[in-house]
């Protein structure tokens, strides 16, 4: 996928905001794609995230968490965090599918589909820079960061 550009799609998103790929365009973008609001590693991942966001906007580029949670879920979820950026909700796996990111886990010793931690980066073109899969979640947000600063 990287050096592609990316299809246009649409999702809602906090704040009461319609998030639309092709309204993004001229900035740079970091979707990041987590399991599940309130759970550990997606709670550090949001933190890390946060906690560079000014980072990320100085280098001219926007972060955007995105799960298969509800816009409720994902409201309660960003303002325990104190998140400062939005979060997309792909109840219908439509950003899901075009990024390759539901796989069959191993939960409890069930195979389930899931989110397969995954970050993308698109330049403000609308092409895909670089993307990290299978993403483990400590200083993960710091390397996504060194990356967009070399854009």
Same mark, same amino acid.
């Given at each position: 996928m990287t050096g592609n550009r990316i299809a246009d799609f649409s999702l809602l998103a906090t704040s009461g905001l319609d998030f639309a790929l092709?309204? #993004? &365009?001229?900035?740079?973008?970091? *979707?990041?794609?987590?399991?599940?609001?309130?759970?550990?590693?997606c709670t550090t991942e949001a933190q890390e995230f946060r906690d560079l966001h000014p980072q990320f906007v100085a280098a001219g580029a926007?972060?955007?968490g995105i799960s298969r949670d509800s816009i409720k879920s994902h409201e309660n979820f960003k303002?325990? #965090? &104190?998140?400062?950026?939005?979060? *997309?909700s792909d109840p219908d796996e439509i950003a899901c599918?075009?990024?390759?990111?539901?796989?069959?886990?191993k939960l409890y010793g069930k195979e389930v589909r899931g989110i397969e931690r995954s970050t993308f980066v698109i330049d403000a073109a609308g092409t895909l820079?670089?993307?990290?899969?299978?993403?483990?979640?400590?200083?993960?947000?710091?390397?996504v960061l060194e990356f967009v600063k070399s854009l």
């Open positions: 092709s309204r #993004q &365009a001229g900035k740079a973008l970091v *979707l990041y794609f987590y399991p599940k609001d309130s759970t550990p590693g926007e972060v955007f303002a325990k #965090q &104190a998140l400062p950026f939005e979060l *997309l599918q075009q990024f390759d990111v539901i796989k069959l886990k820079r670089h993307e990290w899969r299978g993403v483990k979640v400590p200083g993960h947000a710091a390397e």
